[in-house]
């Protein structure tokens, strides 16, 4: 918006210019080396205006030849940015359909079109195809690998809790939801599962310390943390007055 209003501006500062010069004629003499040359004030001024719009024009030209590799490089590069995220995208959809074939075709293609280190996603297509194809040892490896990078430490660690429910190790599952309720108070289903292991195992100051940290969070509307928090020290009394 700002150069069209100049370019207008512009043009109207040249129209005013020539006119203005149309309305006092004139002529030029220019003596050099012994040669006089002569024109209207007019022809001089449209001369030296055409001069400076040739250099402009050169110098674009110029300046597009020396820029054109970059600019044809950074769009390739934009095409081929673009064409990884629609295979990633078709393989994450295939894969939450559970289609096999498909994903493990598309997480190959998102591979050779995108860097895996800059995009998480890819990491996620990688283990949903793993998953649904039933290698459930390959994908407890990148569960693993995800959970040790700080960008895809949750999903990994989630993960990770499903696949030891799943195999019926209720230590590592346990392990796996306070590590992720301790990380991120705000994960419901960690915080459920590591309530649920606390409250089991008599944990009660522990319980009451990850269910605070929940209702900071905002995971449990106030009500519901007060009624769970009676719960506890209801039980954490009769434990003690057991003992």
């Given at each position: ?81 673009d064409r ?51 290698r459930h ?72 310390g990850l ?33």
């Amino acid at each position: 918006m700002i150069r069209l209003l100049i370019f207008v501006v512009l043009i109207l500062a040249l129209g005013f210019g020539f006119a203005w010069l149309a309305d006092r004629p004139g002529d030029l003499f220019i003596v050099w080396q012994d040669r006089r040359i002569e024109m209207s004030l007019m022809t001089a001024v449209t001369l030296v205006a055409s001069l400076i719009a040739a250099i402009m024009v050169g110098w674009w030209i110029i300046r597009a030849i020396l820029y054109s590799p970059r600019t044809v490089s950074r769009y390739f590069r934009a095409s081929k940015r673009d064409r990884g995220y629609q295979a990633l995208s078709t393989g994450l959809l295939a894969a939450g359909a559970g289609d096999a074939a498909m994903a493990r075709k598309m997480n190959k293609r998102t591979k050779g079109l995108l860097n895996a280190d800059q995009e998480p996603l890819i990491h996620l297509l990688d283990v949903q195809a793993a998953l649904i194809e039933g290698r459930h040892e390959e994908a407890r490896k990148l569960f693993e690998a995800m959970a040790e990078d700080p960008e895809t430490r949750l999903l990994g660690l989630r993960g990770l809790y499903l696949e030891a429910q799943r195999q019926g190790a209720d230590e590592a599952a346990q392990h796996y939801a306070e590590t992720a309720a301790e990380q991120a108070p705000q994960l419901q289903w960690a915080g459920s599962a590591a309530l649920s292991y606390r409250t089991r195992e008599g944990k009660w100051n522990e319980a009451l310390g990850l269910l605070d940290k929940q209702r900071q969070a905002g995971t449990l509307e106030p009500a519901v943390a007060d009624r769970h928090k009676a719960v506890l020290l209801t039980a954490r009394a009769r434990d003690h007055a057991d003992s």
